[in-house]
């Protein structure tokens, strides 16, 4: 199946797009007519380029309001319509998209639609060029891909056919399997797109905020499922008009975009079997069974300040690696590692970005099988040299340009904390009773949000929830939680507009680091609480207004509301259950740990308290003397 990607969708100009489209895998480009005109060169020089490159042209488009005009209009559109044979032939163009009429004069009549297309498909023949007809959403008199193919039915001509677009058929609420009943011969090309639900004009929708298939909120693989099951065989091509990806760096919109289509093609492989749809096998989306391990890349002196916040929060140093200036720290099944070896990757990340996350290690079922997903769906591979004693553990490269190591239960991997460590004797303190970790948070420009969340989405299998805007003082920073089955593995994405906000400002100071802030799980907050007050844990202070708000909005008992406001205990509740956080106080560039607990199945993260939060931390920063940005 032939890969395709609409010169509109990547930013640049003509020859960096088609450069960045080569190098990402696509095997064509639909040659955006806006994209042909700026461009300095004739029509045959853009072929030539293109051909260079690698790559084919699989569509030329648009050609706007041509039918069921009336005289002298119709004549004219004919004569622009030739113009633009010329162009293509010169181009090395077989097939032009024409997008149905939006014209304030164009005339109705699927009959008067069909005849002018035939007559155009007849000229289109005699220089051995294709038409292709396509339903705009908010076409005049055709807005509907079963209206377009009743039109192309009635054309009846072979160098006249269909041209599906994701976005107008599933913005419209259409259903996609209607498609199922087009022979797939007639339909000449495929276009896809997604977009997140927004109630808004449908022009206005499309030309703005269209995303890759699997970062928006439309039955992509409903449709493309459809689609394959007329027989369809054409290009599969992606047409996003997206205001951040103009914006964006051309690579990175490329290689999502490739990423978007592998993903896209194994689901509906997996939901279709029976269609055998060519090409490769993958393994299964991961399940991830949880966060293996979180390794901090720091020097002596941030390492002093780290373990003594891990041992206020009742970790114990519990391994050092036999070879490496590597430490251990364990709680229940959380393993927090802090490396501060002078040499290696973890130091580079130091370099890069001070005291840090530099690696996230995940549980799964699979190493290997995870590696193999992960570099099928682009991402890029990790590797560095192993010393003695040392496994050889998958890895790719994640956020930030951290590291994500895959940890299973083979053997080997599984004996890794043994065999590459040795344990080191307990100093004798009680847990606090942290059980495991909840979620990573990671941070990010808002930007890349789209990008990580397909990244993870595409690898892993997981959800996203609805995006949640948080309001800190200075500006407003985005989450978006993506969680797999059951809640064993939870990350938040939040992405940061503004630098003055705590989250954009961590990113600045840390030069782009990923984590800001790992959340431990235990089952007894109270008791956490208390353990901590022994353990000398210094939680992030909230105001006590935010506690008279908190008995105001729910029906908390006295003594719990004060066992909460002693220790700084916030509270939510989600319509399953209540939720409670205690946060630290930052450390390193603004990075902190959470401590919840979620009763009775409550699924989110807090949310509304983010601002309470982000304003108590900027109080913190303030007195601690870290000057506003
Ligand atoms: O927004 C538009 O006008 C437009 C043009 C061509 C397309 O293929 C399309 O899907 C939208
Ligand atoms: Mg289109």
Known sequence: MKTSIATVTVPGNLREKLETIAAAGFDGVEIFEQDFVAYDGSPADVGNLVRDIGLEITLFQPFRDFEGLPDPMRRKAFDRAKRKFDLMTQMGADLVLICSNTHPQALGGIDRAADDLRELAEIAATRDLRIGYEALAWGRHVSDHRDAWEIVRRVNHPNAGLILDSFHTLSRNIDPNTIRSIPGDKIFFVQLGDAPKIDMDLLYWSRHFRNMPGEGDLDVTGFMRAVMATGYSGPISLEIFNDQFRGGTPRLVAVDGHRSLVNLMDQVRRAEPALKIPGPSLPAPVVCDGVAFIEFTTDTAGSERLGNLLRSMGFQHARQHIAKAVSVWEQGDIRIVINTDPTGFAHSAFVMHGTSVCDVGLQVTDAEATRERAEAMGAEPFSQPIGPGELPVPAVRGVGGSVMHFIDSSPDLSQIWTTEFNAVAPAGRASAGLKRIDHLAQTMNYDEMLSWSLFYTSIFDTKRSPMVDVVDPDGLVRSQAIQGPGGNFRLTLNGA???????????????????????????????????????????????????????????????????????????????????????????GEGMFFEIIQRVAGYDGYGGPNAPFRVAAQKRDQRAKGIPKA
């Open 497 to 587: 507009e503004s630098h003055r906000t705590f989250a954009g400002r961590h990113l600045a100071d840390s030069y782009g680091s990923a984590v800001q802030h790992v959340a431990f799980a235990t089952d007894d907050i109270f008791a956490t609480s208390q353990s901590l007050r022994r353990f000398g844990f210094e939680p992030l202070k909230i105001s006590d207004n935010y506690y008279d708000d908190l008995a105001a909005r729910f029906d908390i008992d006295e003594d719990e509301l004060a066992k909460m406001k002693a220790g700084s205990i916030l509270f939510d509740m989600d319509e399953n259950g209540a939720f409670y956080q205690v946060y630290s106080r930052t450390f």
